[in-house]
C-alpha cells in the first residue's frame, strides 16, 4: 500500500519532570485508514513504547508481539 507516514512530536517540561514523546502513524493515501500506529513515550520516569498493527481487511489489530484483537 501507498502510505503517508507522519508523525508528531512533543518535547518540554520543567526542571524536575522531562516529557520526550514521538507517536507515528503509516496512513493508507487512498482510504486514509491507518496500517501502523507506533508510540514512543517518554514521561517523567515513564517510558513505554508500542506499535500497533492494523489489518483494515481482516478488522483486527496486534500490539507488539501479541495476539491480534478485533
Known sequence: HETYHVSFNVRGG????????????W????SLVSHRHK???DEGSYERERT???????G???E???PEQK
Do not use: M
Open 60 to 62: 483486527v489489530y496486534r
Open 39 to 41: 508510540q514512543q513515550i
Open 64 to 66: 507488539d508481539q501479541k
Open 14 to 25: 520543567t526542571l524536575f519532570y522531562k516529557v520526550n514523546d514521538r507517536y507515528e502513524s
Open 52 to 58: 500497533f498493527e492494523i489489518f483494515v481487511e481482516r
Open 27 to 30: 496512513i493508507d493515501t487512498r
